[in-house]
């Protein structure tokens, strides 16, 4: 087992599988600050709650754990409710939870996510076209994207979540 420490100072075990492997931001700590620089111009024009939605959703594409506690917590501390958290994973039989626009976000997250499902579907495409005007689109393609490359260094490096705070990193 290997062990860290959670923020209450107390000693966390982990199976050697789940133990973090890197604290790359520390090694890398360039391209960590250019990802915060790309994260704020993401943001910028999207609405906090539908933007927490679309980090959420692709976080638990990717099976990034860290990801998906830190922004379920910003997600709440920004007043979403937890019930369309808890949903978000099941979207498409939840719809009544979300509005159009928030739908055709998360279908577009979702396309743009599964790449490896084939290039982004045209209707997907349009979808999310008809509900965000062009310079909005644009800072939501970039925010899938930039959650997206998140995602993999949480997920390469095991980051481990349970000790983020909302706003932490802001």
């Known amino acids: ?6 923020t209450a100072q107390e000693p966390v075990e982990y199976a050697p599988e ?3 492997r890197l604290q790359w931001a520390k090694h890398a700590p360039e391209v960590y ?14 609405d906090p709650k539908l933007y927490e939605l679309v980090k959420i959703r692709a976080s638990q594409l990717n099976h990034c754990a860290f990801c998906l506690d830190m922004h379920t917590k910003d997600a709440l501390a920004a007043g979403e409710s937890v019930e369309r ?7 498409e ?3 009544h939870f979300y509005t159009e626009k928030e739908l055709a976000a998360i ?3 979702e396309a743009i996510t599964v790449l490896t499902d084939g290039f982004v579907p ?3 495409y349009e979808k999310a076209a008809e509900q965000f005007e062009e310079a ?14 998140w995602n993999r260094f949480g997920v390469t490096t095991r980051m481990t979540p349970g000790h983020y705070q909302p706003g932490q990193y802001k």
Do not use: F
């Open 1 to 6: 087992m290997s062990t860290a420490e959670n």
């Open 18 to 20: 789940h133990a973090p």
């Open 33 to 46: 600050r250019a990802m915060i620089r790309l994260e704020t111009a993401a943001r910028q024009g999207l």
């Open 85 to 91: 958290i808890v949903q978000l994973s099941a979207w």
């Open 93 to 95: 039989e939840s719809r």
């Open 107 to 109: 279908g577009l997250t």
């Open 122 to 124: 045209d209707e997907v």
């Open 136 to 149: 909005e689109l644009a800072q939501l393609i970039a925010a899938i994207t930039v959650i997206n490359a």
